[in-house]
């Protein structure tokens, strides 16, 4: 049966500026784990892509699912905060940081999106080298020029292009506030090149590779090897074998480098430093989230980490997430992430692939609430898919290339569209 609102046409919402979406994923990628603009100036700009949200995507109109999906985290960041209520601004900056990030998915142009962020990561990596070769060649050239930052339990050397440690700099860290932070944006970059792009770009991939090896990051080396092998077994590219040349000849380079270095065996090893903080931020998490298992110590409660293991906070941010908020929530924001990953890829092999992938990063690195990482919250890969079948484009928040390259096969449009 026929109503007013099924003869309507839908009307499209997307934001299609490629300035705007490209500006936008800036200020996303800054705020997400640079020193400088991240951190050293946090509030400024998380106010700043609060403002570029209303004002280039206040909403004109509301998916239900992700107005549904929106007020379900907001309720259960308010139920925590009324049960800890000496981090009030704390979790004010995390509810702003989410709704802007609501608004912009909702609007967003993901295709352009995915474009914009692979140039901004390919300028990362070329701006990162020349900065990183200058540490590995001259340190004490680099301590005689750059002061030293403090900033948030962290020593920094601060540039807008760059971050140096205080001390260490033979690893690669580009902006962020360590090596094992700027991996993750690299790998997600090698990700949408592989699997968002109908031709490979073979120097992007080998430039974002390479510097990958820079960062000397056990977590990116084995995200990397994943992502490369979800890419390698893919089914429906017997056409295109020869594109699967340049992933394995990327592939040599890291085997070498790690068989050389040993970087990855290494960390496995007691006394490594690496090796036993990351022990230390498992076991002191583990023990608080099983000591309040049901609703956690509270967003930011890092004082009882202090206290109790002598430490400011932890690279475990997913059980950082489980002893803050509850173990019950994070049961269920790992299932969340997987329906979302199992929905879009047919193979379940490849969806626990990604899925491992993503477990590691949340599992090394504080991610879980950076603006990058809260998209992945709203993306509804369902309906992208059935707009896909019956011939339909895509529009914003919908996912154009998760189709063929991850499902491994070409969606033919019905006859006459």
Known sequence: MLNAQSLSPKIDITVKNKLIIFITMV???????SVLFGK????????????TAVVFYFPKQIEPKHFLTLMVILAFILFNMLLYRDNVGGYGGLILKILAIFMIINRLD????????????VAL???????????VVSPEFVRSTFPTVDVWNGV????????????????????????GAFQVFLNLGIFLMLFTNRKLPKWKLILVTGTLLTTMSTSGYMICGLIYFAYLIRSGKRKQMTQLIIPLLLLIPLIYFESQSGVIADKFQDGNQSFDRRSLDTTSNLELMIEKPLVGWGFQNNSVLMERYGIGDSSNSLLTFGYQFGLPLLLIMLIYYYSRLQRAIDSVFQSILIFIALIIVFSTENMIFQPLFVMLMFFDVKASEQKLKSGEQLHGNEVNRLRSPLRGRAIAPEKGI
């Open 27 to 33: 200020l996303i990628v800054i705020t997400s784990g």
């Open 40 to 51: 050293l100036y946090y509030s400024l700009f998380i106010m700043i892509l609060f403002a």
């Open 110 to 121: 993901i295709q352009q999106a995915g474009k914009s962020y692979q140039w901004i990561i």
């Open 125 to 135: 990596a070329l701006l990162s080298l020349p900065f990183y070769a200058l540490g």
């Open 156 to 179: 920094y050397r601060i540039t807008p292009f760059y971050v140096y440690g205080n001390w260490n700099m033979s690893r690669n860290q580009g902006i962020f506030w360590e090596p």
